[in-house]
């Protein structure tokens, strides 16, 4: 199931830069974040949904090269982002 709409809402509002921020690199690692937390709680009840699964490791992928990217231009966005998303290094 995806986020919904006051879900996303909420996460944009809370990570934005400035008033109209969609797409900086805090939101999307937010969003990311968020849609992988629903996605290990489903496969705890649906052990065999390999589909799912593997879509999982792409989020998680994008995540990282998102931080990847963060990381080389600035590690002092990098370090306030694993803290405000509770993220291991």
């Given at each position: 199931m995806a986020l919904l709409a006051f879900q996303k809402a909420k996460i944009v509002t809370t990570h934005r830069k400035h008033e109209t921020d969609t797409g900086s690199p805090e939101v999307q690692i937010g969003l990311i974040t968020e849609r992988i937390t629903q996605l290990t709680e489903h496969?705890?009840?649906?052990?065999?949904?390999?589909?799912?699964?593997?879509?999982?490791?792409?989020?998680?992928?994008?995540?990282?090269?998102?931080?990847?990217?963060?990381?080389?231009?600035?590690?002092?966005?990098?370090?306030?982002?694993?803290?405000?998303?509770?993220?291991?290094?």
């Amino acid at each position: 199931m995806a986020l919904l709409a006051f879900q996303k809402a909420k996460i944009v509002t809370t990570h934005r830069k400035h008033e109209t921020d969609t797409g900086s690199p805090e939101v999307q690692i937010g969003l990311i974040t968020e849609r992988i937390t629903q996605l290990t709680e489903h496969f705890k009840v649906h052990t065999k949904d390999h589909a799912g699964r593997r879509g999982l490791l792409r989020l998680v992928s994008k995540r990282r090269g998102l931080l990847d990217y963060i990381h080389r231009k600035s590690p002092d966005r990098y370090k306030a982002i694993l803290v405000t998303f509770e993220l291991r290094k």
